[in-house]
């Protein structure tokens, strides 16, 4: 079965700074996607950035970047100079890629407080 | 182009009574979930469609809940008989689906109070 686990309910971290948040999943299959999520506190969610298992770079978007460690099962984010705007809550993701049919499963979030 | 559209965006209902909630995929979106969310919680998996197979109702929590996918597009969350820890807000979202990386599109979700 797949699990994605996030250890860190919440998170206080100083403007400015670099924020890592944590994510380690569990997967039997060979291919797969993952995902990170933010809502902030308006309720919408919005995709951020994935990494695919077969990809051999760690994605990127912007101040977004993903520190996939295949061999260890984890799928860190990693938010450069926070801003205030950036406190929300925060869901790594997980999709296996061998069966179409597969769904999307969700780790329970960190939220993230960024401190003025 | 148009997102993914819930509606009603709230909805206030008495203990006991069924409501039906809806969502409006992406056009061509063939995957589409269910979720439910309390306030401040994670995201609590409900149903999955895909296309034209059997959906996954792993998640539903008891039997008052039920939904419905017709033609493949818009779909229907119902509950009956509502109880009060059925408040939450509902969340819907489509993708893209295949073997490939899709990520998800959410809508703005349905606050549910039961009263």
């Known amino acids: 079965a797949q699990k994605i686990t996030q250890t860190q309910p919440g998170m206080f971290v100083q403007e400015k700074e670099a924020v890592t948040l944590d994510c380690t999943y569990d997967?039997?299959?060979?291919?797969?996607?993952l995902f990170w999520y933010k809502q902030p506190s308006s309720g919408e969610m919005i995709f951020l950035i994935y990494?695919?298992?077969?990809?051999?770079q760690n994605a990127t978007e912007g101040r977004y970047s993903l520190n996939f460690q295949k061999a260890r099962k984890s799928a860190n984010l990693v938010i450069s100079a926070s801003q205030l705007g950036d406190s929300a809550m925060y869901f790594c993701?997980?999709?296996?890629?061998?069966?179409?049919?597969?769904?999307?499963?969700f780790g329970k979030g960190t939220r993230l407080h960024i401190l003025p | 182009g148009a997102g993914v559209s819930q509606s009603p965006s709230n909805k206030v209902t008495e203990k006991g009574k069924d409501v039906e909630l809806r969502c409006d995929p992406i056009?061509?979106?063939?995957?589409l979930y269910w979720y439910r969310q309390s306030l401040g919680q994670g995201l609590e998996f409900l149903i999955y469609?895909?296309?034209?197979?059997?959906?996954?109702k792993s998640g539903l929590p008891s039997d008052r809940f039920s939904a419905e996918r017709t033609g493949g597009s818009v779909s229907t969350l119902t509950i009956q008989r509502t109880q009060q820890e059925d408040s939450a807000v509902y969340l819907c979202?489509?993708?893209?689906?295949?073997?490939?990386?899709?990520?998800?599109?959410f809508g703005p979700g349905t606050r549910l109070t039961v009263t």
């Open positions: 990494q695919g298992s077969y990809d051999q």
């Open positions: 469609f895909q296309g034209n197979s059997a959906p996954d």
């Open positions: 979202a489509s993708s893209l689906s295949g073997t490939g990386v899709y990520e998800q599109y």
């Open positions: 993701a997980m999709r296996g890629l061998m069966n179409r049919d597969d769904k999307i499963i």
């Open positions: 056009s061509g979106h063939t995957a």
């Open positions: 997967t039997s299959d060979p291919s797969y996607g």
